[in-house]
């Protein structure tokens, strides 16, 4: 009779969410089901054993060649002790174990340390260090929150639970959702998740940083002479600015439409004082829409190891940040850097054309579960476990809360965690550099 058994309250490694109520069922050391995830989540669970890289290799001219996981190590700690200006980037689909050990192995070897935040909600911090950070935690959204307003996000496709989970579900003190939660979005256009809103305003495209700043003046009280702005009417306006004045508890989730749009850095900071300004007549709070599951934690991490989220240089052997400077794309544009440490992202797929030429004319050392884009081009790839199914580790949920994923099965053999991975380049790093 098969081994079987069910595991619960599984929290899920795919998005910003960690829902972390999921129900496992295992069989023979391989997970068979998976209840109340989402389609990423199931998709997570149930397809971890494709694609996946079953040995190091060693790229030789057109082709990679399989390697024993101590010459990857060789090779890899060889690549990086040559290198000038090194660059360690990815960690945000990785356990806080992991970035532990980069941000060691950074200071180390005199290297840039970035992660994926630099290509997402970097202009979210450099917005809230400027104005700072009037967080909530999910659970005071579902408990408190009668007005929720999405903007630049489509949770629907990108974090699927989280309408279910935080606004659709009732609370503490917001009994029927439905009646006493209001959900409004504001987009370029509409979408899956604006299209289940109580209110949906179409802005046009880059218009966020004036759209933001007439709210702010009519939040105030000033009056406004002109009839639309971001092609919403003055009218509609006036009745979200009211809309806000109005709600007990008011919480503004806000994704990439509004971090990577024009105003980028500046649209955030405008909404954090539109924010801090609706504070003066009822609470608000706002929440960055977090992607990969645990960016927040890379960037934790990275701010209490170095001092800085994201774009750490310690070629000076202490860290610098200067997100433009240090940023992993900019410094691919600009060639500027003679290898890469990848861990646990994909930048040939994501990256912009230019900075993938970058890329492309520099050895790159890939840590990461599966094939994709990046291992297709890495001068050396060194397969890993995948923390929340093959290995455990603390990790960061889009409001901050600290959460542990689980280990569930036993990962293909001799496959280890990337924190493994990581201090063994560490340690070989040192030999050869001691010799
Ligand atoms: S919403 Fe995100 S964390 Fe939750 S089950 Fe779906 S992919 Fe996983």
Redesign the pocket.
Known sequence: MADAHILENVV?P??G???DD?RLTIENDVIVQCER??A??KAKFLHYREDRMLSSTLRQGSSQIEISLETAIDHAARILVEARRPLIYGLSSTENDAHREAYRLAEYIGAVVDNTSSVCHGPSIIGTQASGEPMASLAEVRNRADLVIYWGANPLYA????VNRFVRAPGEYIRDPKAERQMWVVDVRESVTSRIANRSLIITPGSDLEVIGTLRALVRGHTVDVASVGGVSLDTLCELANAMKRAKYGVLFYGLGLTQSRGRHNNIDAAIRLVQDLNSFTKWSMLPMRGH?NVTGANKTSTWTTGYPYAVDYSRGYPRYQPGEYTAVDLLRRREVDALLNVAADPAAHFPRDAIRGLKSIPIINLDPKRNLTSLIASVNIPTAIAGIECDGAVARMDGLPLYLKKIVEPPEGILPDREVLRMIFDRVKEVSDN
Do not use: W
């Not at 974090?159 to 989280?162: F, K």
């Open positions: 899920c795919f998005c969410c960690l829902c999921l995830g989402c990423l989540g974090h699927p639970r989280h599951y």
